[in-house]
């Protein structure tokens, strides 16, 4: 199965835009043989950057001007916003992982998650999971999401399960794919460097499956000129605000391709999925490793709710 790790900018804060982008990504990722093509965090519009430089209570007025052109930015599942990624998956009948900013379209209709989908080679959604934990200033941007998309989906290409950037870090969130039988984990995210690439080795070796790290890239030049305080934020128009790094990791921890450091591009690289279950001859945690009469894990995937109508779901 070949894998495509997308690692570009998107058209920061512009929703059709970069959706259109990422259309001609996976169109050049297909014709490379591209069986999975995989973006980064938050890629549709952008990832909120700015939250990491804008100052606690003190930046009010512009949080709000930002929040505004990102809700303005977010992709609402009911609508056609993604019908043109959908359309470009059942083109050439691949497998398709993406984050994005999510806008509720239930509820308050206001609530952005950070989400990340999968979309089938037939073009329909077969999976989306809302980050369970924002982190740290990130909690200003994002609501908490739900387990119902905690899980792995099976696709031509694999058992595919996705945990977004720190969600990485909760041993639990992943012990829950790993007893789904996940063969290709993969962590999009904001993250970067030596210590970060070291965490998703570990998971690779704990979990025994194939890692893919997708990493965010941003440069200065990347942020729009009508970039709210850009002059203050993003003075430097080639900075590299994030690097990128995305990485492809063996079943026992083994970096096989990248990782991909301050590069535009796509990263290749042809999986064999046997090699995920012949990895947990010596160790498999959920299952002869496991010790299921001294620690059991619960979860709780029913959809979480604000409100229960008593005439039945909200439409």
Request: hydrophobic share 40%; net charge negative; charged share 20%.
């Amino acid at each position: 199965m070949k894998l495509a790790v997308v690692q570009s900018p998107p058209v920061f804060l512009d929703k059709r835009a970069t959706i259109d982008l990422a259309v001609d990504l996976v169109d050049q990722a297909a014709a490379g043989g591209a069986e999975l093509v995989v973006f980064t965090e938050a890629f549709i519009p952008g990832y909120p950057a700015w939250v990491w430089r804008l100052r606690p209570g003190g930046d009010w007025g512009l949080s709000e001007q930002l929040h505004e052109r990102l809700l303005h930015g977010a992709v609402q599942l009911k609508s056609d916003d993604l019908d043109p990624l959908y359309a470009v998956a059942g083109k050439h009948q691949l497998t398709i992982v993406c984050g994005i900013q999510e806008r509720d379209d239930n509820f308050s209709r206001a609530t952005l998650y950070n989400s990340v989908i999968v979309i089938g080679p037939d073009g329909t959604l077969l999976n989306r999971h809302r980050k369970l934990m924002p982190t740290n200033p990130e909690r200003m941007v994002w609501g908490f999401g739900d387990a119902t998309g905690l899980k792995v989906v099976d696709t031509p290409a694999g058992r595919i399960g996705t945990l977004l950037c720190w969600e990485n870090y909760m041993p639990l969130a992943r012990y829950a794919l790993y007893a789904q039988g996940v063969e290709i984990y993969i962590a999009p995210t904001y993250d970067s460097g030596d210590g970060w690439i070291g965490s998703l080795q570990h998971i690779a070796r704990e979990g025994r499956c194939w890692v893919i790290g997708s990493g965010n890239l941003l440069r200065g030049q990347d942020i729009p000129d009508d970039f709210p305080d850009k002059d203050r934020l993003y003075p430097v128009s080639d900075e590299w605000i994030n690097p990128g790094d995305s990485v492809v990791i063996a079943p026992g921890g083994e970096i096989v391709a990248g990782p991909f450091h301050q590069k535009i591009g796509i990263l290749s690289y042809e999986i064999d999925l046997e090699k995920v279950a012949s990895a947990k001859r010596a160790l498999d945690i959920v299952g002869h490793y496991s010790r299921p009469d001294i620690f059991t894990l619960q979860v709780n995937n029913t959809k979480q709710s604000p409100v229960d109508f008593s005439n039945g779901a909200v439409n």
